[in-house]
Protein backbone atom coordinates (compact mmCIF):
# COMPACT_ATOMS: atom_id res chain seq x y z
CA UNK A 1 0.00 0.00 0.00
CA UNK A 2 2.45 2.12 1.16
CA UNK A 3 4.80 1.37 -2.24
CA UNK A 4 1.61 2.14 -4.79
CA UNK A 5 1.29 5.56 -2.80
CA UNK A 6 5.06 6.33 -3.12
CA UNK A 7 4.80 5.37 -6.59
CA UNK A 8 2.00 8.17 -7.30
CA UNK A 9 3.86 10.58 -5.76
CA UNK A 10 6.96 10.13 -8.10
CA UNK A 11 4.63 9.91 -11.24
CA UNK A 12 3.08 13.60 -10.05
CA UNK A 13 6.41 14.28 -9.75
CA UNK A 14 7.52 13.54 -12.80
CA UNK A 15 4.66 14.70 -14.61
CA UNK A 16 5.33 18.22 -12.55
CA UNK A 17 8.80 18.49 -13.86
CA UNK A 18 8.12 17.75 -17.64
CA UNK A 19 5.22 20.75 -17.49
CA UNK A 20 7.84 22.96 -15.98
CA UNK A 21 9.42 22.01 -19.02
CA UNK A 22 6.81 22.04 -21.66
CA UNK A 23 5.16 25.58 -20.23
CA UNK A 24 7.82 27.48 -21.00
CA UNK A 25 8.48 26.20 -24.38
CA UNK A 26 4.76 26.67 -25.10
CA UNK A 27 4.64 29.93 -23.99
CA UNK A 28 7.69 30.56 -26.37
CA UNK A 29 5.73 28.95 -29.43
CA UNK A 30 2.52 30.74 -28.48
CA UNK A 31 4.84 34.02 -28.42
CA UNK A 32 6.35 33.26 -31.54
CA UNK A 33 3.51 32.43 -33.20
CA UNK A 34 2.05 35.63 -31.88
CA UNK A 35 4.82 37.99 -33.30
CA UNK A 36 4.61 36.62 -36.31
CA UNK A 37 0.87 37.14 -36.76
CA UNK A 38 1.34 40.89 -35.78
CA UNK A 39 4.07 41.00 -38.46
CA UNK A 40 1.64 40.04 -41.15
CA UNK A 41 -0.80 42.38 -39.94
CA UNK A 42 1.78 44.88 -40.22
CA UNK A 43 3.32 43.76 -43.12
CA UNK A 44 -0.22 43.37 -45.27
CA UNK A 45 -1.16 46.72 -43.63
CA UNK A 46 2.18 48.52 -45.38
CA UNK A 47 1.71 46.36 -48.55
CA UNK A 48 -2.16 47.60 -49.29
CA UNK A 49 -0.75 51.19 -48.50
CA UNK A 50 2.30 50.87 -50.84
CA UNK A 51 -0.68 49.04 -53.71
CA UNK A 52 -2.63 51.94 -53.43
CA UNK A 53 -0.01 54.62 -53.45
CA UNK A 54 0.75 52.99 -56.78
CA UNK A 55 -2.37 54.06 -58.39
CA UNK A 56 -1.99 57.49 -57.88
CA UNK A 57 0.78 58.06 -60.99
CA UNK A 58 0.27 62.05 -59.37
CA UNK A 59 1.51 61.22 -56.40
CA UNK A 60 4.13 58.89 -57.11
CA UNK A 61 6.30 61.25 -59.76
CA UNK A 62 5.83 64.25 -57.09
CA UNK A 63 6.84 62.80 -54.08
CA UNK A 64 8.66 59.20 -54.84
CA UNK A 65 10.76 59.55 -58.36
CA UNK A 66 10.90 63.43 -57.69
CA UNK A 67 11.53 63.54 -54.34
CA UNK A 68 12.30 60.52 -51.94
CA UNK A 69 13.90 57.76 -54.61
CA UNK A 70 15.81 60.57 -56.49
CA UNK A 71 17.77 61.36 -52.80
CA UNK A 72 17.91 57.80 -51.84
CA UNK A 73 19.30 56.68 -55.36
CA UNK A 74 21.98 59.20 -54.91
CA UNK A 75 22.69 57.85 -51.60
CA UNK A 76 22.60 54.42 -52.51
CA UNK A 77 25.22 55.34 -55.61
CA UNK A 78 27.68 57.38 -53.44
CA UNK A 79 28.07 54.37 -51.30
CA UNK A 80 28.66 51.83 -53.83
CA UNK A 81 30.88 54.06 -55.62
CA UNK A 82 33.45 53.17 -53.05
CA UNK A 83 33.79 49.83 -54.14
CA UNK A 84 35.28 48.62 -57.19
CA UNK A 85 33.42 45.82 -57.91
CA UNK A 86 29.78 45.61 -58.19
CA UNK A 87 28.38 45.15 -54.12
CA UNK A 88 25.22 44.47 -55.37
CA UNK A 89 26.22 41.32 -57.00
CA UNK A 90 27.49 40.07 -53.60
CA UNK A 91 24.52 41.17 -51.60
CA UNK A 92 22.44 38.81 -53.94
CA UNK A 93 24.95 36.73 -52.90
CA UNK A 94 24.43 37.01 -49.68
CA UNK A 95 20.29 36.97 -50.27
CA UNK A 96 20.43 33.47 -52.21
CA UNK A 97 22.32 32.43 -49.05
CA UNK A 98 20.31 33.31 -46.49
CA UNK A 99 17.67 31.80 -47.53
CA UNK A 100 19.29 28.75 -48.21
CA UNK A 101 20.15 29.29 -44.72
CA UNK A 102 16.74 29.75 -43.37
CA UNK A 103 15.21 26.86 -45.24
CA UNK A 104 17.96 24.65 -43.09
CA UNK A 105 17.35 25.58 -40.11
CA UNK A 106 13.15 25.56 -40.54
CA UNK A 107 14.07 22.10 -41.56
CA UNK A 108 15.90 21.41 -38.63
CA UNK A 109 13.50 23.17 -36.00
CA UNK A 110 10.98 21.08 -37.56
CA UNK A 111 12.46 17.63 -37.37
CA UNK A 112 13.37 18.22 -33.89
CA UNK A 113 9.63 19.61 -33.23
CA UNK A 114 8.82 16.20 -35.07
CA UNK A 115 6.36 18.15 -37.23
CA UNK A 116 4.44 19.58 -34.40
CA UNK A 117 0.70 21.06 -36.31
CA UNK A 118 1.98 24.26 -34.04
CA UNK A 119 5.75 24.00 -36.32
CA UNK A 120 4.28 23.13 -39.65
CA UNK A 121 1.50 25.76 -39.19
CA UNK A 122 4.39 28.49 -38.54
CA UNK A 123 5.91 27.96 -42.09
CA UNK A 124 3.09 29.32 -44.20
CA UNK A 125 3.13 32.27 -42.22
CA UNK A 126 6.88 32.66 -42.17
CA UNK A 127 6.91 32.67 -46.03
CA UNK A 128 3.98 35.01 -46.17
CA UNK A 129 5.64 37.44 -44.31
CA UNK A 130 9.07 37.30 -46.18
CA UNK A 131 7.30 37.74 -49.41
CA UNK A 132 5.48 40.57 -48.24
CA UNK A 133 8.95 42.14 -46.80
CA UNK A 134 10.70 41.62 -50.08
CA UNK A 135 7.35 43.55 -51.82
CA UNK A 136 7.70 46.52 -49.53
CA UNK A 137 11.13 46.42 -50.03
CA UNK A 138 11.17 46.51 -53.72
CA UNK A 139 8.77 48.88 -54.23
CA UNK A 140 10.18 51.23 -51.34
CA UNK A 141 13.94 50.76 -53.44
CA UNK A 142 12.76 50.82 -56.89
CA UNK A 143 9.50 49.38 -58.09
CA UNK A 144 6.97 52.52 -57.10
CA UNK A 145 9.30 54.08 -60.29
CA UNK A 146 6.88 51.63 -62.59
CA UNK A 147 3.72 53.92 -61.49
CA UNK A 148 5.01 57.24 -62.32
CA UNK A 149 4.05 59.13 -65.41
CA UNK A 150 5.07 58.06 -68.66
CA UNK A 151 8.80 59.58 -69.76
CA UNK A 152 7.74 59.56 -73.36
CA UNK A 153 4.81 62.29 -72.07
CA UNK A 154 6.82 63.99 -69.72
CA UNK A 155 9.81 64.84 -72.54
CA UNK A 156 7.00 65.46 -75.07
CA UNK A 157 7.25 62.89 -77.35
CA UNK A 158 4.37 62.27 -79.25
CA UNK A 159 2.52 58.22 -79.29
CA UNK A 160 1.15 58.53 -83.01
CA UNK A 161 1.77 55.00 -84.58
CA UNK A 162 3.13 55.06 -87.84
CA UNK A 163 2.17 53.44 -91.20
CA UNK A 164 3.56 50.86 -92.96
CA UNK A 165 4.65 53.53 -95.43
CA UNK A 166 6.11 55.63 -92.74
CA UNK A 167 7.88 52.87 -91.16
CA UNK A 168 10.19 51.93 -94.14
CA UNK A 169 10.65 56.21 -94.02
CA UNK A 170 11.98 55.23 -90.84
CA UNK A 171 14.18 52.69 -91.28
CA UNK A 172 15.51 54.51 -94.69
CA UNK A 173 16.36 57.16 -92.14
CA UNK A 174 18.12 55.05 -89.67
CA UNK A 175 20.12 53.29 -92.08
CA UNK A 176 21.07 56.70 -93.49
CA UNK A 177 22.03 58.05 -90.79
CA UNK A 178 24.18 54.21 -89.25
CA UNK A 179 25.69 54.57 -93.19
CA UNK A 180 27.31 58.06 -92.20
CA UNK A 181 27.80 57.83 -88.74
CA UNK A 182 29.81 54.37 -89.35
CA UNK A 183 31.67 56.29 -92.64
CA UNK A 184 32.83 58.62 -89.68
CA UNK A 185 34.43 55.70 -86.94
CA UNK A 186 36.14 54.33 -89.63
CA UNK A 187 37.81 57.28 -90.30
CA UNK A 188 39.12 57.43 -86.66
CA UNK A 189 39.51 53.96 -85.65
CA UNK A 190 39.12 50.38 -86.25
CA UNK A 191 36.30 48.12 -85.01
CA UNK A 192 38.49 46.04 -83.68
CA UNK A 193 40.07 49.09 -81.63
CA UNK A 194 36.77 49.67 -79.60
CA UNK A 195 36.86 48.09 -76.23
CA UNK A 196 36.02 49.59 -72.83
CA UNK A 197 36.90 48.83 -69.30
CA UNK A 198 33.79 49.75 -66.72
CA UNK A 199 35.60 52.39 -65.45
CA UNK A 200 36.02 53.95 -69.22
CA UNK A 201 32.16 52.89 -69.66
CA UNK A 202 30.96 54.82 -66.53
CA UNK A 203 33.40 58.23 -67.47
CA UNK A 204 31.63 57.84 -70.83
CA UNK A 205 28.25 57.89 -69.99
CA UNK A 206 28.44 60.10 -67.33
CA UNK A 207 29.45 62.85 -70.11
CA UNK A 208 26.55 61.74 -72.57
CA UNK A 209 24.26 62.41 -69.72
CA UNK A 210 25.94 65.97 -68.88
CA UNK A 211 25.37 67.14 -72.39
CA UNK A 212 21.85 66.08 -72.34
CA UNK A 213 21.30 67.49 -68.74
CA UNK A 214 22.13 70.89 -71.00
CA UNK A 215 18.94 70.49 -72.73
CA UNK A 216 16.63 69.05 -70.14
CA UNK A 217 17.45 68.44 -66.41
CA UNK A 218 15.25 65.24 -66.50
CA UNK A 219 18.81 64.13 -67.74
CA UNK A 220 20.52 64.76 -64.49
CA UNK A 221 23.03 62.05 -63.05
CA UNK A 222 24.44 62.28 -60.01
CA UNK A 223 27.26 60.32 -58.07
CA UNK A 224 27.33 57.79 -61.33
CA UNK A 225 28.04 54.21 -60.25
CA UNK A 226 28.32 51.66 -62.93
CA UNK A 227 29.72 48.61 -63.04
CA UNK A 228 30.75 45.36 -64.76
CA UNK A 229 28.88 42.15 -63.47
CA UNK A 230 30.89 39.88 -61.82
CA UNK A 231 29.68 36.60 -63.40
CA UNK A 232 29.11 37.55 -67.28
CA UNK A 233 28.71 34.09 -67.82
CA UNK A 234 25.54 33.50 -65.80
CA UNK A 235 23.64 36.12 -67.12
CA UNK A 236 24.59 36.03 -70.65
CA UNK A 237 23.33 32.95 -70.60
CA UNK A 238 20.02 33.94 -69.41
CA UNK A 239 20.49 36.74 -71.89
CA UNK A 240 21.11 39.87 -70.35
CA UNK A 241 23.21 42.78 -71.39
CA UNK A 242 22.96 44.67 -68.41
CA UNK A 243 20.50 44.92 -64.81
CA UNK A 244 19.65 47.58 -62.19
CA UNK A 245 19.97 46.39 -58.64
CA UNK A 246 17.85 48.34 -56.18
CA UNK A 247 20.02 47.15 -53.53
CA UNK A 248 23.11 48.71 -54.17
CA UNK A 249 21.46 51.34 -56.89
CA UNK A 250 24.43 50.21 -59.70
CA UNK A 251 24.26 50.11 -63.09
CA UNK A 252 25.47 46.81 -63.94
CA UNK A 253 26.52 45.78 -67.57
CA UNK A 254 27.62 42.62 -69.06
CA UNK A 255 30.79 43.67 -70.54
CA UNK A 256 30.96 40.44 -72.22
CA UNK A 257 28.89 41.47 -74.81
CA UNK A 258 30.10 42.94 -78.36
CA UNK A 259 31.54 46.43 -77.47
CA UNK A 260 29.44 48.25 -80.40
CA UNK A 261 26.17 47.75 -77.81
CA UNK A 262 28.13 48.82 -74.64
CA UNK A 263 27.42 52.52 -74.65
CA UNK A 264 23.61 52.20 -75.50
CA UNK A 265 23.23 49.27 -73.01
CA UNK A 266 24.86 51.39 -70.14
CA UNK A 267 22.87 54.71 -71.09
CA UNK A 268 19.54 52.28 -70.68
CA UNK A 269 20.42 50.81 -67.24
CA UNK A 270 21.80 54.46 -66.04
CA UNK A 271 18.25 55.38 -67.04
CA UNK A 272 16.75 52.78 -64.43
CA UNK A 273 19.41 54.38 -62.42
CA UNK A 274 16.98 57.84 -62.67
CA UNK A 275 13.97 56.16 -61.63
CA UNK A 276 12.88 55.21 -65.36
CA UNK A 277 10.98 51.85 -64.72
CA UNK A 278 9.46 50.45 -68.22
CA UNK A 279 12.22 49.22 -70.42
CA UNK A 280 11.04 50.19 -74.02
CA UNK A 281 11.16 53.96 -71.66
CA UNK A 282 14.58 52.68 -70.51
CA UNK A 283 15.47 52.03 -74.51
CA UNK A 284 14.15 55.84 -75.30
CA UNK A 285 16.17 57.60 -72.68
CA UNK A 286 19.05 55.15 -73.59
CA UNK A 287 18.52 56.11 -76.89
CA UNK A 288 17.94 60.06 -76.86
CA UNK A 289 21.44 60.07 -74.69
CA UNK A 290 23.80 58.09 -76.56
CA UNK A 291 22.56 59.33 -79.82
CA UNK A 292 23.01 63.10 -79.24
CA UNK A 293 26.56 62.10 -77.53
CA UNK A 294 29.55 63.60 -79.17
CA UNK A 295 30.77 60.39 -78.80
CA UNK A 296 30.75 58.68 -82.18
CA UNK A 297 30.58 54.92 -80.70
CA UNK A 298 27.65 56.43 -78.62
CA UNK A 299 25.93 57.43 -81.74
CA UNK A 300 26.29 54.08 -82.96
CA UNK A 301 25.38 52.56 -80.64
CA UNK A 302 22.26 53.85 -80.20
CA UNK A 303 20.95 53.95 -83.69
CA UNK A 304 21.97 50.50 -83.82
CA UNK A 305 20.47 49.54 -81.49
CA UNK A 306 16.94 50.91 -82.50
CA UNK A 307 17.75 50.45 -86.24
CA UNK A 308 17.35 46.57 -84.75
CA UNK A 309 14.36 47.36 -83.64
CA UNK A 310 12.34 48.78 -86.70
CA UNK A 311 14.16 45.78 -88.61
CA UNK A 312 12.44 43.81 -86.22
CA UNK A 313 9.19 45.09 -87.14
CA UNK A 314 9.68 45.95 -90.73
CA UNK A 315 10.79 42.21 -91.14
CA UNK A 316 7.05 41.28 -89.68
CA UNK A 317 5.10 43.98 -91.07
CA UNK A 318 6.50 43.77 -94.57
CA UNK A 319 8.32 40.92 -95.47
CA UNK A 320 8.47 41.91 -98.98
CA UNK A 321 10.08 45.61 -98.51
CA UNK A 322 12.72 44.03 -95.64
CA UNK A 323 15.48 42.62 -98.17
CA UNK A 324 15.71 45.64 -100.35
CA UNK A 325 16.19 48.28 -98.23
CA UNK A 326 18.37 45.85 -94.99
CA UNK A 327 20.86 46.22 -98.32
CA UNK A 328 21.36 49.04 -98.01
CA UNK A 329 23.35 48.78 -95.10
CA UNK A 330 26.83 49.14 -95.01
CA UNK A 331 28.86 46.14 -94.68
CA UNK A 332 30.90 46.98 -91.36
CA UNK A 333 27.29 47.45 -89.35
CA UNK A 334 26.08 44.01 -91.22
CA UNK A 335 29.07 42.53 -89.91
CA UNK A 336 28.31 43.84 -85.98
CA UNK A 337 24.55 42.32 -86.72
CA UNK A 338 26.96 38.78 -87.45
CA UNK A 339 28.33 39.50 -84.49
CA UNK A 340 25.68 39.89 -82.28
CA UNK A 341 24.06 36.65 -83.88
CA UNK A 342 27.02 34.68 -83.77
CA UNK A 343 27.60 35.67 -79.94
CA UNK A 344 23.93 34.99 -78.72
CA UNK A 345 24.08 31.70 -80.77
CA UNK A 346 27.36 30.57 -79.14
CA UNK A 347 25.89 31.91 -75.21
CA UNK A 348 21.71 31.62 -75.57
CA UNK A 349 20.02 30.39 -78.41
CA UNK A 350 16.95 32.46 -77.65
CA UNK A 351 18.97 35.89 -78.00
CA UNK A 352 19.90 34.64 -81.00
CA UNK A 353 16.68 33.91 -82.42
CA UNK A 354 15.74 37.69 -81.74
CA UNK A 355 18.99 39.05 -83.67
CA UNK A 356 18.34 36.88 -86.86
CA UNK A 357 14.94 38.68 -87.02
CA UNK A 358 17.11 41.51 -88.61
CA UNK A 359 18.91 39.95 -90.73
CA UNK A 360 17.78 36.30 -91.83
CA UNK A 361 14.48 33.58 -92.65
CA UNK A 362 13.27 34.22 -88.60
CA UNK A 363 9.75 34.96 -89.55
CA UNK A 364 8.63 31.52 -89.23
CA UNK A 365 8.59 31.49 -85.65
CA UNK A 366 6.57 34.13 -84.97
CA UNK A 367 2.90 34.99 -86.03
CA UNK A 368 2.52 37.11 -88.48
CA UNK A 369 -0.94 37.88 -88.07
CA UNK A 370 -0.66 39.25 -84.51
CA UNK A 371 2.73 40.65 -86.11
CA UNK A 372 0.92 43.30 -88.57
CA UNK A 373 -0.90 44.07 -85.49
CA UNK A 374 1.83 45.04 -82.90
CA UNK A 375 3.79 47.95 -82.27
CA UNK A 376 6.53 48.58 -80.26
CA UNK A 377 6.85 51.88 -78.09
CA UNK A 378 10.69 52.31 -78.66
CA UNK A 379 9.79 52.50 -82.44
CA UNK A 380 6.91 54.56 -82.18
CA UNK A 381 8.91 56.94 -80.20
CA UNK A 382 11.76 57.11 -82.64
CA UNK A 383 9.18 57.33 -85.52
CA UNK A 384 7.42 60.60 -83.22
CA UNK A 385 10.78 61.96 -82.71
CA UNK A 386 12.39 61.98 -86.62
CA UNK A 387 8.61 62.30 -88.67
CA UNK A 388 9.47 65.86 -89.62
CA UNK A 389 12.58 64.93 -90.64
CA UNK A 390 11.36 62.07 -92.82
Known amino acids: MASSRQTKQENAWNLTDKLQVLLPALKDMLRKQLKNRKQLIVNCFLAIIIYITGLNSNFVERFYSGGFYKYLSIGQRSISDLFPFSIGDILYVLFICFILYRIVIYLRSLKDKRFTKAAVVAAPVGIINFALILYIAFKLLWGLNYSRHSIAEK ?23 INSIQTQ ?34 FSYREPALKKALNTWVITKIGLEGYYNPLSGEANVNMRIPAHSLPFVACHEIAHQLGVGREDEANLVGYLVASNSSDLNFKYSAVYSVLRNVLFELRIKL ?17 DFNRDREFWMKYNSDMYAYMDVALDSFLKLNNQQKGINSYQDIVIWVYNLHKREL
Open 155 to 177: LAIGNEKYSPAQLVSLAQFLIER
Open 185 to 218: RMQVQKTEDQHYTAAELEQLSASAYKEMEAKNLF
Open 319 to 335: PEEYEQIAARINEETIL
